[in-house]
């Protein structure tokens, strides 16, 4: 029961940071050093980044309607008259051939050096660091932009070129963690012109396809142990099963949440807590705390 009371928690901290801009797998990697799942190592490895399917189910249903290419109704943009192509949402289309564009470098890099990275930098003072960094981006970002107009003020105003660019500010966060996946899509799309609402919208697009690549990696990397003679208990089992459906549902308010909140705030807040997290967290292990 205990083991599945941390399941909670941890479900709880991926599900308000994987979309506040303040790094979901730094808070995962900081919430490890303080409360430790009685798991084996593997399985933790694989669970930190599985638990994230639970939020991903989220934005499909938030977003269903504009994220789904089929169906007759409310269709503006047919692919043809009639016919198959009348199902066919050829915007929608659009929208998820911008993604996959923005996935590339991060899956490169991802598929190539995951494991490389993850023992170089997966560790409480690089999480910091970046941290704190990325706070003072997003705060000299948004001073900078403080009565400009953006350029791109929709989701279907993305081009191919904008969608790269966003693709190579997200490559930040597959290889430091702390810097914060929609963070760095985030700071990076204010940066090149986009709005605040298209920004944070087209980050939860986003995330459908780099976390459940990441996800399916982690857990084809954790079947090939498994079937090398690492154990994986029911205990596991249920232990990733709470921490998902928690994730799931705290992502439901906070994703609505953020974007009420940024429709009438700026990102500043976010940057401030991400460098006094930062802060606290080097302090502690100067003190031998973590």
């Not at 169906?71 to 659009?94: E, S, T």
Request: hydrophobic share 60%.
């Amino acid at each position: 029961m205990f083991e599945i009371l941390k399941a909670i928690l941890f479900g709880i901290v991926e599900g308000i940071t994987e979309w506040l801009p303040i790094s979901s797998t730094g808070h995962m990697i900081l919430l490890d050093e303080l409360v430790k799942l009685d798991v084996s190592e593997e399985f933790y490895s694989m669970f930190q980044v599985v638990i994230q399917l639970g939020a991903i189910l989220a934005v499909v249903i938030i977003f269903w309607k504009k994220i789904w290419p089929f169906g007759k109704k409310d269709n503006v943009a047919p692919l043809a008259k009639d016919g198959v192509g009348a199902w066919i949402k050829k915007d929608i289309f659009v929208l998820w051939f911008h993604i996959l564009v923005s996935c590339v470098p991060a899956a490169i890099v991802g598929v190539l050096w995951d494991d490389f990275f993850e023992e170089l930098f997966y560790n409480p003072p690089c999480v910091a660091i970046a941290l704190i960094v990325f706070g003072v981006a997003f705060i000299i970002v948004e001073t900078a932009k403080a009565g400009h107009r953006a350029n791109i003020n929709s989701v279907a105003d993305i081009t191919y070129t904008t969608a790269l660019l966003i693709g190579i500010f997200q490559l930040l966060a597959a290889i430091f963690p702390g810097t914060s996946r929609s963070g760095a899509t985030i700071v990076g799309a204010l940066i090149i012109g986009v709005a605040r609402t298209v920004a944070a919208e087209y980050t939860f697009y986003l995330a459908i396809p780099v976390m459940l690549g990441a996800s399916l990696l982690k857990v084809a990397k954790f079947i090939k142990q498994v079937k090398e003679g690492l154990a994986f208990t029911s205990r596991e089992a249920v232990i990733l099963l709470v921490g998902m459906v928690v994730a799931f549902i705290v992502s439901m308010f906070v994703i609505k949440f953020l974007m009420d909140y940024i429709k009438k705030h700026d990102f500043k807040v976010f940057g401030w807590y991400r460098i006094g997290l930062g802060i606290i967290v080097l302090s502690a292990g100067v003190l031998g705390f973590i």
